[in-house]
């Protein structure tokens, strides 16, 4: 059977987390090596090697927990923020961004995803959803994504 579905548009996009962060393994290793070498030591693979395994698995841990849950995925349809996706008619309004030290109450609303707030180095951005309920949505490109969230939402409206 073929699968006859149209591909489906992607508004905005942030994967979470670089898979580029796993060359600070072999980084590691060799820097190891070298340090053994200029120690006067000659060239021992073990300790280099367990650097190598270890910096290089753990981060990939971290680069594949980041790249699930810190993810945006932004569609004429949905918006998904880490493992949680809402439906866009589900958005009634986009507030505007907080200035100042002011907190608005929007920025005490649940973080979209299963995260207990806002990720690190992340912007939330203030969302009124369907049944009187808030939440904040939030990307390191917040400003790219408010924009793509004010015009489905403002074409919803319309």
Same mark, same amino acid.
């Not at 810190?70 to 507030?95: K, M, N, W």
């Not at 100042?100 to 806002?118: C, D, F, M």
């Given at each position: 059977m073929s699968d006859n579905a149209a591909p489906v548009q992607v508004l905005f996009r942030e994967p979470g987390a670089s898979w580029w962060w796993l060359l600070a393994g072999p980084v590691a290793g060799v820097t190891m090596a070298m340090i053994q070498l200029s120690a006067g030591y000659g060239m021992q693979p073990l300790v280099p090697g367990?650097?190598?395994?270890?910096?290089?698995?753990?981060? %990939?841990? @971290?680069? $594949? %927990?980041? +790249?699930?849950?810190?993810?945006?995925?932004?569609?004429?349809?949905?918006? /998904? @923020? #880490?493992?949680?996706?809402? @439906?866009?008619?589900? !958005?009634?309004? !986009?507030? *505007?961004?907080?200035? =100042? /030290?002011?907190?608005? *109450?929007?920025?005490?609303? &649940?973080?979209? #995803?299963?995260?207990?707030?806002?990720? &690190?180095? +992340?912007? #939330?951005? =203030?969302? $009124?959803?369907? #049944?009187? +309920?808030?939440?904040? %949505?939030?990307a390191r490109r917040h400003a790219d994504l408010r924009a793509a969230l004010t015009g489905l939402v403002g074409e919803q409206a319309a």
């Open positions: 367990m650097f190598l395994v270890l910096v290089t698995g753990f981060l %990939a841990i @971290q680069v $594949k %927990a980041a +790249r699930i849950h810190t993810s945006v995925e932004l569609t004429p349809l949905t918006l /998904r @923020q #880490g493992a949680e996706t809402i @439906q866009i008619v589900d !958005i009634v309004r !986009i507030f *505007p961004p907080a200035e =100042g /030290r002011e907190i608005l *109450p929007w920025q005490s609303s &649940r973080a979209l #995803g299963e995260l207990t707030g806002v990720p &690190r180095g +992340r912007t #939330g951005i =203030g969302l $009124k959803l369907s #049944g009187g +309920r808030h939440a904040q %949505a939030w």
